[in-house]
């Protein structure tokens, strides 16, 4: 039998069909470098919501979750594309 144990339907012709089949992913983290799929996980919806972001003309300072929340919490309020249109000036040092 090629599929898995937990198959429902148990017609695949290989193993690899039924993982697929099951949307089984693999990800890209590296448990010897101390990463998990929570890490992987957490770093492409960073990423999902920067391009979120940049599809809606907002430009964030960084890629980060903060980053994006906040300039996107900044366009809502100002009615205006943070990045493009307008940016929040840094304070002073002093």
């Known amino acids: 039998m090629a599929c898995t144990s937990g198959c429902r339907t148990k017609d ?4 690899a069909e039924c993982l697929k089949a ?5 990800y890209l983290a ?3 470098k101390g990463l ?5 996980k ?3 919806a960073e990423l999902s919501a920067y391009r979120n972001a940049r ?3 907002i430009q964030p300072d960084g ?3 903060d980053k994006v929340t906040a300039a996107i919490k900044a ?5 205006a594309a943070y990045g493009r249109d307008f940016n929040v000036a840094s304070e002073m040092a002093g």
């Open 63 to 65: 890629t980060t979750m």
């Open 42 to 44: 957490r770093w492409d």
């Open 22 to 26: 099951k949307g089984v992913a693999t």
């Open 36 to 40: 998990d799929g929570t890490t992987q």
């Open 55 to 57: 599809s809606q003309g």
């Open 12 to 15: 695949h012709a290989t193993y």
């Open 30 to 32: 590296s448990p010897s």
């Open 75 to 79: 366009s809502d309020k100002a009615g």
